[in-house]
């Protein structure tokens, strides 16, 4: 059964970090591409960051410098360290893993709440 379970969102005062892990099972971890997505209040899911099978790491244009992207395949697991944060990085934020080849196999998690607030 695959599973993305994610940990780490909170409430966070402007300026402040984060780190938002994603723990994976069920399927060959290091055979997908794995992203971190997010869904702000009244707009549409957008992506945040993606890290390949061999760690090549992409970012929104518009995050490039305050987020950085992390996966470890020995232990199934991906990362999002956010820094400086401000109130509009607040939204929901969702694990995602596309297989390499087969684009059926696309798994999401549950998402985590991460509220940037004074």
């Known amino acids: 059964q695959v599973q993305l379970v994610e940990s780490g969102g909170g409430l966070v005062q402007p300026g402040g970090s984060l780190r938002l892990s994603c723990a994976a099972s069920g399927f060959t971890f290091s055979s997908y591409t794995m992203s971190w997505y997010r869904q702000a209040p009244g707009k549409e899911r957008e992506l945040v960051a993606a890290?390949?099978?061999?760690?090549?790491?992409n970012y929104a244009d518009s995050l490039k410098g305050r987020f950085t992207i992390s996966r470890d395949n020995d232990k199934n697991t991906v990362n999002l360290h956010m820094n400086s944060l401000k109130p509009e990085d607040t939204g929901v934020y969702y694990c995602?893993?596309?297989?390499?080849?087969?684009?059926?196999?696309?798994?999401w998690g549950q998402g985590t709440r991460v509220t940037v607030s004074s």
């Open positions: 995602n893993a596309k297989h390499l080849i087969l684009a059926a196999r696309n798994y």
């Open positions: 890290i390949s099978a061999g760690g090549i790491a």
